[in-house]
């Protein structure tokens, strides 16, 4: 059983910056995969980046290319979001989860991903 507790949200002005945090605990190891989702109202969750624990192998999607960037720290168990430039669209709830498949390169499906985190809300002003 995979715990994950998000936390870094909160609001910002347009052009601002957030990161946030995907604390893992229970049953990790690095053979996973931790992604990055995110959903606006009444809209569906959508993947915004994936990395690959043991080899680093990330994939992002287009919309947050050169303004996200993920990266983790084996010795606390966590994964980080650094989220610069962020625009009034980037607003939403943010979800961490674990893919615990083998896998070469992170899945953009959140469908395949086992376990998830509470959410953290993010609110981006014009």
């Known amino acids: 059983q995979v715990q994950l507790v998000e936390s870094g949200g909160g609001l910002v002005q347009a052009g601002g910056s957030l990161r946030l945090s995907c604390a893992a605990s229970g049953g990790t190891g690095s053979y996973y995969t931790v992604g990055w989702f995110r959903q606006a109202p009444g809209k569906e969750r959508e993947f915004v980046v994936g990395?690959?624990?043991?080899?680093?192998?990330?994939i992002y999607a287009d919309s947050v290319k050169g303004r996200f960037t993920i990266s983790r720290d084996n010795a606390k168990s966590t994964v980080y979001l650094q989220m610069n430039n962020l625009k009034p669209e980037d607003t939403a709830v943010y979800y961490c989860?674990?893919?615990?498949?083998?896998?070469?390169?992170?899945?953009?499906?959140?469908?395949?991903?086992?376990?998830w985190g509470q959410g953290t809300q993010v609110t981006v002003s014009s």
């Open positions: 990395i690959r624990w043991n080899s680093g192998v990330t």
């Open positions: 989860a674990v893919d615990l498949r083998f896998a070469l390169v992170p899945s953009t499906r959140n469908h395949e991903y086992d376990y």
